[in-house]
Every structure is written in C-alpha cells, then in structure tokens.
C-alpha cells in the first residue's frame, strides 16, 4: 500500500525513533509499504518516520539493491564525501551534504537476524541520509547551500 510521505514541520520527523522489538506481520506490512513508496517517488531511501511510524527502519534502493534496515547501528564511519542531496520529506529542496565515505553498519532483517554490512559511496550517503530520520535530523540541518529545485 502507498503511504503519505510526511513533510518538514511535521513533528514526527523531529523526534528519535523507538527501537523494534516486535518482528511481526505489522513490521512486514510497513515495510512492503515503504518499499512500494520510494520507489513510486523514486527515492533512494525512506525512514518510517516519514511515513508516520515513529520506529528505527529504513529502506535504501540504489544501484547495490533493495536493503531493509531494522535498528541500524553505525560501527565505524571513514572517508569524506561531498555531494548533492534531497528529501521525499523536503519537496522542492536541494543541498550539498558532507557525508562518510564508507560505513559499516550492524542491523536486523524482517525477522530479527542479525547482519552487518559495509557501504560505499553513494550507499553509504543514502545509509546515513535514512538513518538520520531516526534520530530526527533532516538532511537540511546539514545542508551548506538548500536551494529551491524544480520536480
């Protein structure tokens, strides 16, 4: 099902995400939702609080694949990266954004395995652009130069 993607001013987005405990056919549904609804607005990712559910999830679809991130946690970060980013939750807005070069990170699957996984380049931005939205940081806190850009 397509969710609502929920806008900056919202407070959902500002607040830190409750870790998952429950692996259950309601945390599947939710992510088969996100995962329908980056890709109708062709994102590189979304965090569940920008579809309202205030957990610590993301989806990232880049090149590498469709990954589903349950209570990500950054082991180590290296390496320096400075591009172009926006937000399916800043409509109209862009901004350059320092970021890691390369990740490594320890989550859990859909069902509660755990994994580790290490990311580079644009990965690893779209990693740590969706894990933001967990501690409810929005790309534009960092952002040196947000301009309007047109859809």
Sequence with gaps: MLR????????VLRQKCETVT????ELCALL???KETVRKYEGAGLAAPQVGVPIRAVVVDVAEGYFEFINPVFVW???EQVGPEGCLSVVGKAGTVCRPDKVKIVFQ??????YSLVARGFF???ICHEC???DGIIYVDK???LRDVED
């Design 132 to 134: 933001d939205h967990l």
């Design 32 to 34: 088969d939702d996100m």
């Design 109 to 114: 699957d859909r069902k509660g395995d755990k």
């Design 124 to 126: 690893a931005r779209a």
């Design 22 to 25: 429950r692996f259950d056919k």
């Design 4 to 11: 609502k993607v929920i806008q900056i001013g919202d407070p």
């Design 77 to 79: 970060q290296k390496g």
């Design 143 to 145: 952002a040196t130069d």
